[in-house]
């Protein structure tokens, strides 16, 4: 009996960081104003339980980017910063401004709906420096894989941006033919990434076309700091093959954001693949 | 003295020569190493030779050419090197300050802590 109680709490714990659990960074930056406590912004950022949360803020003298990851341990949440930050330090001699720039890294462990409070500019002990408060919260969402942000500025001197940055673990891909001015039916497909190719037929004025698609990941960008701050998390690849080409040769690639512009790929029989991708609906 | 540097030029000519006995060259290598007026006279013979063997149509003969600063010109340019550099480097910090603007670099770093 026992036993089966543990088991139970294990599969509910186990369901609550499955892929059906929403996360919710709950965010306030505050300035300390003669005592008082003074909410320059305020929001929220969801989505999948492996979802980050890119925070940008910035003033005259200094420019903070943060990428917060969360590792679910147990009933705690390790909560990780990867801090990339630029400082004004003073002035040339021509009179330009003079900028230093550092990345770091803060690792904290918090339990869920614990208040963490984030000096990002340093000096917790400087009079007026303002602090962002950020809390952790989980829920069961039914599968819905889609980033949610929400904003609030209630002081516009403070340039503050809240970002999800969430890797798809698959996209919807509409695929249209373009000949002239004429455009075929569009032929929307759900594709995982690194998934074999599908093999996909689109017709224009009774002309059949026929293409190999799969989506693949992008290679990962060059400077850390992109790579650092989650910048091409959400870019998805689009790899087009004819059916008899051997493996490894494609008729091109596209790659994009799931932002639903289309982009385009000229085919070898003069027609034109348009590609949208966008977040998948419900499941 | 002049006898005794007599002596020893004439030992210079026989080692050139290739005439000097082993002991007696070793004597002159420790004699040159204290005395500059013979390393000098040695030096300048040695050069007046390859100045004949080449012009008797030996290309190759060559002599290391001697050095041009003085050890004692040399530190003294140096140490003028390094007071200039630090001169330099005083007035620049004080003209337009070093990195970071003074502060610790980890007083400006973010932090996190729990509430």
Not at chain 1, 238 to 247: C, D, E, I, Q, Y
Not at chain 2, 74 to 95: C, I, K
């Amino acid at each position: 009996m026992a036993l089966s109680s543990f088991s139970s709490v294990v599969l509910a714990l186990a369901a609550l960081q499955g892929p059906g659990t929403r996360l919710t960074y709950r965010i306030r930056v505050i300035e300390p104003d003669a005592g008082a406590q003074h909410v320059l912004a305020s929001g929220a950022v969801s989505g999948p339980i492996d979802s980050d949360m890119r925070l940008t803020l910035r003033t005259d003298t200094a420019e903070v980017e943060v990428l917060f990851q969360v590792t679910p341990v147990g009933d705690t949440v390790s909560l990780a910063g990867e801090f990339f930050t630029r400082r004004r330090v003073g002035r040339s001699r021509r009179g330009l401004p003079i900028w230093e720039e550092d990345s770091y890294r803060r690792l904290i462990q918090v339990t869920w709906r614990d208040t963490a409070r984030i000096y990002p500019f340093g000096s917790r002990s400087q009079v007026g420096a303002l602090w962002v408060e950020l809390v952790l919260e989980r829920e069961f969402a039914g599968g819905e894989a889609r980033p949610a942000e929400s904003f609030d500025l209630a002081d516009s001197t403070v340039d503050f941006r809240l970002e999800a940055v969430v890797r798809p673990r698959r996209a919807r891909v509409i695929l249209n033919l373009v000949r002239g001015d004429t455009v075929s039916a569009p032929r929307p497909m759900d594709l995982v990434p690194e998934q074999p190719p599908r093999v996909v037929q689109l017709v224009l004025r009774g002309r059949s076309t026929t293409l190999f698609v799969s989506l693949t990941r992008p290679e990962p960008a060059r400077s850390p700091r992109e790579r650092g701050l989650g910048r091409e998390a959400d870019v998805v690849c689009l790899r087009v093959a004819a059916p008899a080409a051997p493996p490894g040769q494609t008729l091109g690639t596209i790659c994009g954001r799931l932002n639903n512009i289309a982009r385009q790929l000229p085919l070898p029989s003069g027609d034109t693949l348009t590609a949208t991708f966008a977040w998948p609906g419900w499941r | 003295m002049a006898d005794t540097h007599e002596h020893w030029l004439k030992q210079i000519d026989a080692e050139l020569d290739g005439e000097l006995p082993l002991a007696e060259r070793a004597a002159l290598a420790k004699h040159l190493a204290t005395c500059s007026h013979c390393a000098g006279a040695r030096a300048s013979q040695l050069e007046v030779r390859v100045a004949l063997a080449r012009s008797a149509g030996n290309p190759h003969a060559f002599v290391v050419p001697r050095p041009s600063i003085r050890a004692g010109t040399l530190a003294l340019w140096v140490a003028a090197a390094l007071a200039s550099g630090l001169v330099g480097g005083w007035f620049a910090s004080q003209r337009w300050g070093g990195p970071g603007g003074g502060s610790a670099l980890e007083e400006t770093r973010g932090t996190i802590v729990v509430q």
